[in-house]
């Protein structure tokens, strides 16, 4: 098992400069820009805006990025395509960006595919294919009426690695997405490349003592007001985030039980990385790399439960460096 600890650099990042964000890329609104996606950059720019104020604590570090990958976003050619699949009740939503060797992103509970602004324009740029999937009831896609499980997230990212005809693909998968990726690559060992699970537990157990005790308290007095709204929005979950939340909270608080027989059976090289400050413990997230048949942990210095927002020049690094 190998431990790197953060201030790592991005060497070899095609696009990225000092600060991960990359080059200007061309105009800001180009001609040809439908008014569509006029439309989508005034609804995200405004959202930010409100974001950034109500949670300026969190945002501060990344307007760079952020602004970068909206310019990137508007301004790219690389082949991009949305769809849908339909599977256990519910409608899974997903995007892909470049060509090339696929690299599958799943972010995290309560939150949605956009998760990954700072990522997705450098991994396109570097030649990857990149699929990012909103977990069921989160982003596009529905929830359907079934009980959620990290299981069934898994069969839903099969259904659209099926219908995108992807044999085999890398999957970096933060939070709930690292478990997931963990859970496909137990279980459909056969399309799973690399894997980079980062802030990921593998049991409950894993959380700090702080975050275990917030799960409690949340479940007895969930928020309300412009926080619950504000959550509603970056979720997709809107009107039906409390819903939601209620039954992700649930899974954190219940699952994932992977045992040591199950991560030994994992044979995919996996990078575990967690962050300093991170909910998931330093133990946990170690014992979780010595416990997988090719495992090792990267740290990354002064990170909580969010680096590759805040401190995604070293989370690029690492990802990089472990893919290529």
């Known amino acids: ?3 790197f600890v953060s201030g790592v650099s991005a060497p070899g990042i095609v696009g990225l400069d000092s600060a ?4 200007a890329g061309g105009g800001w609104l180009p001609a ?3 008014e569509m996606m006029r439309r989508w950059l005034l609804k995200v720019l405004t959202a930010a805006l409100v974001t950034g104020v109500v949670t300026a604590g969190w945002f501060w570090p990344v307007p760079g990025n952020f602004v970068y ?5 508007l301004t790219t050619r690389a082949p991009v395509a949305t769809g849908n699949i339909n599977f256990n009740g519910a409608q899974i939503h997903y995007v892909t960006y470049g060509a090339g060797k696929p690299v599958l992103l799943l972010h995290g509970g309560l939150s949605n595919r956009l998760s990954w602004f700072s990522q997705v324009p450098w991994l396109v740029k570097a030649g990857r294919k990149v699929i990012l999937v909103d977990t069921r009831g989160h982003g596009e896609s529905t929830l359907g009426h079934t009980g959620l499980s990290y299981h069934l997230f898994a069969q839903d990212v099969i259904q659209v690695l099926d219908k995108l005809d992807i044999a085999q693909t890398d999957i970096i998968g933060w939070s709930d997405g690292g478990i997931i990726a963990l ?12 894997i980079v699970a980062i802030s990921a537990n593998f049991d409950p157990s894993g959380l700090t003592s702080d975050a275990g005790a917030g799960l409690q308290v ?7 007001g412009v926080w619950q709204w504000l959550q509603g929005w970056w979720s997709g979950a809107g009107e039906h985030y409390p819903t939601l939340a209620s039954k992700i909270r649930h899974l954190w608080r219940t699952e994932p039980r992977f045992t040591q ?3 030994q059976a994992i044979h995919a090289p996996v990078l575990v990385i967690v962050g300093e400050r991170d909910m998931i413990t330093l133990e946990h997230s170690a014992q979780l790399a010595q416990w997988l048949a090719d495992g090792e942990l990267a740290v990354i210095k002064g990170a909580g439960h969010s680096a590759p927002v805040t401190h995604a020049a ?11």
């Open 218 to 224: 949340e479940a007895a007095a969930p928020s309300g």
């Open 183 to 194: 859970l496909l690559g137990r279980d459909t060992p056969q399309r799973v490349g690399k």
């Open 32 to 34: 040809g820009v439908d």
């Open 314 to 324: 070293a989370v690029d690094g690492l990802v990089v460096a472990f893919l290529q």
């Open 20 to 23: 991960g964000r990359g080059g």
């Open 69 to 73: 990958y909206l310019s990137w976003r």
């Open 1 to 3: 098992m190998a431990q």
């Open 261 to 263: 027989a199950d991560l």
